[in-house]
């Protein structure tokens, strides 16, 4: 069914323009019998409950959205020894490992190359953005990606460098490097900075007329594992109720209108979760 819908939409003119978002959806269990529920959370309800958690890509546009593909995420007690035979009585295929849900968004997003769906860039909620691993994949894979990350991710407003500090002791170069030369920030710090520069952008029409929120940006540095530097684009959301802040890959020429827009098209899957529960029943599945 899911190769069908995407051979559709490889045709489709309407998803020509389209992101791809990613993000998990969680369905409340009264037992732990049904494939990977436990305790775990439950973005729906906002607790921790037992549950089971699917990991989902929806292809977006203004006007369409879609689920495209999704995974069961498993837990990791399902995969110890004393698990085997649940795991055999529902029908968990033998070769399934333990994966985390970015590990499982990013084998969505190469299938989603390798079928060929057309899509602008990659949308994820903090639980994914935050994921260095998998922004570096999309980096790799030079992919487009806005990755919400927490208020206190740190960022460098100018490049650090690496040195490698002499050991109290004996006095020479110690085998762990460090960065310095700049200051790091916490990106809820940034956003008190004077110097940025905020817009407002309406960004949709919804039922009470626009919907329009401030924006503002700026290049940071950020450092990953193996202490690489990477410079990024830091976009910052500015509602009424709560400030949201976005990593993006995106080149330095993109207007911050674009930015906006695009970064904004998220909320879709929510509409799209909430259709396969409503109109397909899938909230309502019970079998094992």
């Known amino acids: 069914m899911i190769e069908a819908i995407q051979n559709e939409i490889k045709v489709h003119l309407a998803f020509q323009e389209a992101v791809l978002?990613?993000?998990?959806s969680a369905d409340a269990k009264a037992g732990e019998y049904s494939a990977g529920a436990g305790r775990q959370h439950n973005g729906r309800l906002g607790t921790i409950d037992v549950s089971q958690v699917g990991v989902f890509l929806s292809l977006v546009t203004p006007q369409v959205n879609t689920w495209i593909d999704g995974e069961l995420f498993i837990p990791a007690h399902w995969f110890e020894e004393r698990a085997a035979e649940k795991r055999q009585a529902v029908g968990i295929p033998s070769e399934r490992v333990f994966q985390t849900k970015p590990e499982l968004g990013w084998q969505m997003i190469q299938r989603a190359l390798v079928?060929?769906?057309?899509?602008?860039a990659v949308l994820m909620d903090s639980l994914y953005g935050r994921n260095e691993a998998l922004r570096q994949r999309l980096q790799q894979?030079?992919?487009?990606?806005?990755?919400?990350v927490p208020a206190n991710t740190q960022v460098y407003l100018q490049q650090p460098y690496l040195v490698f500090p002499l050991t109290p002791?004996?006095?020479?170069?110690?085998?762990n490097p460090v960065f310095a030369g700049a200051r790091p920030y916490e990106v809820q710090a940034v956003a008190q900075h004077a110097t940025l520069a905020w817009e407002t952008i309406r960004l949709r029409p919804y039922e009470r007329g626009f919907l329009e929120a401030q924006f503002a940006r700026c290049r940071v540095w950020l450092a990953y594992p193996d202490h690489q530097?990477?410079?990024?684009?830091?976009?910052?959301?500015?509602d009424p109720v709560q400030?949201?802040?976005?990593?993006?890959?995106?080149?330095e020429t993109i207007s911050l209108n674009q930015m906006a827009w695009r970064k904004s098209q998220r909320y879709l899957i929510e509409r799209s979760n909430q259709d396969a529960k409503d109109e397909?029943?899938?909230d309502e599945f019970q079998a094992r």
């Open 21 to 24: 978002v990613l993000d998990e």
């Open 115 to 120: 079928w060929n769906i057309p899509f602008q």
């Open 141 to 148: 894979a030079q992919i487009e990606y806005y990755g919400d």
């Open 169 to 175: 002791k004996r006095g020479i170069p110690s085998k």
């Open 229 to 238: 530097l990477r410079q990024e684009w830091l976009l910052i959301r500015k």
């Open 243 to 251: 400030i949201t802040y976005v990593l993006s890959n995106v080149p």
């Open 280 to 282: 397909l029943g899938w």
